[in-house]
Nanobody, 122 residues
Framework: EVQLVESGGGLVQPGESLRLSCRASGFGFSSYAMTWVRQAPGKGLEWVSGISSLGGLTAYADSVKGRFTISRDNAKNTLYLQLNSLKTEDTAMYYC???????????????RGQGTQVTVSS
């Protein structure tokens, strides 16, 4: 059974940082590209970032480029997202996901976790 378990969300002030983690199990983690997607209140899912299976290639949405960093530790079956210089508009539920067709840019998802809430507010 594929499981993706996110953690690390919380309530922070604008300009602060968070590090999200996603522990994966039930599939060959190191063989798959992975993504982070988010959903703000009242809005649809938004692709945030993606990373290739071995971690050498990354991609970011324009809205987070330069502020967020995706990484992975295949020895620990764990995906990360470092969120710096957070803005109020980054408030959302963040999900890690296994994208369809092993495409780190894809919004199509095979599996996703239960999410971790990030709230940015002064």
């Amino acid at each position: 059974e594929v499981q993706l378990v996110e953690s690390g969300g919380g309530l922070v002030q604008p300009g602060e940082s968070l590090r999200l983690s996603c522990r994966a199990s039930g599939f060959g983690f190191s063989s798959y590209a992975m993504t982070w997607v988010r959903q703000a209140p009242g809005k649809g899912l938004e692709w945030v970032s993606g990373i290739s299976s071995l971690g050498g290639l990354t991609a970011y949405a324009d809205s987070v480029k330069g502020r967020f960093t995706i990484s992975r530790d295949n020895a620990k079956n764990t995906l990360y997202l470092q969120l710096n210089s957070l803005k109020t508009e980054d408030t959302a539920m963040y999900y890690c996901a296994q994208p369809a067709k092993n495409n780190r840019y894809s919004m199509e998802i095979n599996y996703r976790g239960q999410g971790t809430q990030v709230t940015v507010s002064s």
